[in-house]
């Protein structure tokens, strides 16, 4: 006889088959079947049932929304970045809130260099271009890019994620500048120097922002600090999109100053299609992919399978962005 399945789960999308057979081997499982996320009003109502959460980054889980399950007993959220969750409602309950780290970490940084190596190369320029029937000959100054070999990379935000990039930075021979609150010691096999934020900006030809989102770092980069880049330069957000004041950047292109940017984030997710960001020449933009591979993703809904388990087990999670839960 199989055991009886005591807790509800709430799962905020559609997932791999053998990630909801690993759920429903357990739980009861209310799943929200569809691509696009719930909307708040829904979201409420199935959530005020569940006794755990299954939540993505577009789930916006606050204090409304924790409040509305009496029997909530634990939030695991499928990403590393935890500003879609009332951190303080869910600690104030006794809620502890899995996340996802380290496993994302390569990923994304093979795609902040991707962006790096597509924006310097135009890459999407030089698609376009064929795709248009612009392509008549080879010529001398026809789509013209930076070189990346020996340039300047700037890393904002030197956590494991900066420290990959700056891994693949090296194979390229690049000049590497970070920043973080306290300089770190040397990294076996990276040649990285520390430095101010504005001598970064000053000073590179690619700044990649790796920095968490909160009030500290929302709008990091405005109309001042987006002042002191170079005309040659390119800005790369993997982060989250509020780092980056989105309508300085906006008049920033405009002016040319810095002359590209390349991002996986924005401010709105999706982008309003009538955004004037869209209407640049100068800017990549994806939507939000940069952990996008088939290994990577599942990994990361493992994990929250996991820190879901663990949970409602009642035993401390593998992975908890609140342990404060825990102190008492």
């Known amino acids: 006889m199989a055991p009886e399945k005591t807790h509800r789960v709430f799962v905020g999308r559609r997932l791999p088959q053998e990630i909801l057979n690993r759920l429903t081997e357990k739980f009861e499982v209310d799943l929200w079947d569809s691509d696009m996320p719930p909307d708040r009003e829904s979201l409420i109502k199935h959530i005020s049932k569940a006794d755990g959460i299954f939540a993505l ?39 502890p809130v899995g996340n996802t780290p380290g496993v994302l970490t390569e990923t994304t940084a ?41 340039a300047t990379l700037g890393i904002i935000g030197y956590g494991a994620i900066g420290q990959a990039v700056a891994k693949r930075a090296t194979g390229f021979n690049m000049n590497i500048l970070y920043n973080k609150r306290n300089p770190i010691d040397p990294i076996e096999g990276i040649t990285a120097a520390f430095a101010p934020v504005d001598q970064i900006l000053a000073e590179s030809d690619f700044v990649s ?14 109309a001042r600090e987006l002042s002191l880049m170079k005309e040659s330069a390119t800005l790369i957000n993997t982060a989250r999109g509020p780092v980056v004041d989105q309508e300085a950047l906006i008049q920033a292109l405009e002016s040319g100053k810095p002359g590209r940017a390349a991002l ?52 401390r999670l593998i992975n908890c962005a609140n342990s404060k839960v825990y102190d008492t």
């Open 57 to 95: 980054l577009t789930d916006s889980i606050d204090k409304e929304v924790i409040d509305a399950s009496p029997s909530l007993k634990i939030i695991s959220n499928m990403a590393v970045g935890i500003d879609n969750i009332d951190i303080q409602a869910a600690t104030y309950r006794g809620i």
């Open 209 to 222: 922002l790796h920095v968490p989102l909160n009030e500290e770092t929302r709008h990091l980069i405005g």
């Open 110 to 150: 093979d795609f902040a260099f991707s962006l790096l190596m597509a924006s310097a190369r135009r890459i999407v320029d030089a698609d376009n271009y064929v795709r248009n029937g612009a392509w008549k000959t080879w010529g001398p100054s026809v789509l013209l890019g930076r070189d990346i070999f020996g």
């Open 264 to 315: 996986d984030v924005t401010t709105v997710e999706p982008i309003d299609m009538n955004d004037r960001l869209l209407s640049l020449p100068n800017v990549i933009i994806a939507p939000h992919i940069a952990s996008a591979s088939v290994t990577t993703r599942l990994k990361m809904a493992n994990m929250a399978v996991d820190n879901l388990i663990a949970g409602l087990s009642g035993e």
